[in-house]
């Protein structure tokens, strides 16, 4: 979870940002799916890697003490959720992100 949460809050424009970013990559369609209500589409390692670059990954997987294919997986696999978590009405709220961490 706190891959994730790094991940958004050190990303510029924080939770809108990360969205505008996979939607400029050819991504919007499951990075839409993640804000709305409906079901998560899922995203690969792979897609991950290529939307946020190897570089990026390798400054959270490091800040975290993990490998950059962990940190590629792991976001593929929390990303969907906390992104979905942090949109409950279907809307990005960035000063949700900013709370998430205190409120754990």
């Known amino acids: 979870m706190q891959l994730a949460l790094n991940l958004i809050n050190s990303h510029p424009g924080g939770l809108q940002g990360l969205v505008q970013q996979f939607a400029q990559s050819g991504l919007g369609q499951q990075a839409q799916s993640w804000v709305s209500n409906g079901q998560n589409l899922p995203i690969s390692a792979e ?3 290529q939307v946020l670059g190897s570089g990026k990954l390798q400054e959270i997987a490091k800040q975290l003490g993990m490998e950059h294919a962990d940190a590629a997986g792991g976001l593929a696999g929390l ?3 906390v992104v979905n978590h942090l949109t409950p ?5 960035d000063d949700l992100v900013q709370q998430e961490p205190a409120q754990r």
Request: charged fraction near 0%.
């Open 89 to 93: 009405n279907g809307a990005v709220q």
């Open 79 to 81: 990303l969907p959720q």
């Open 47 to 49: 897609q991950i890697t």
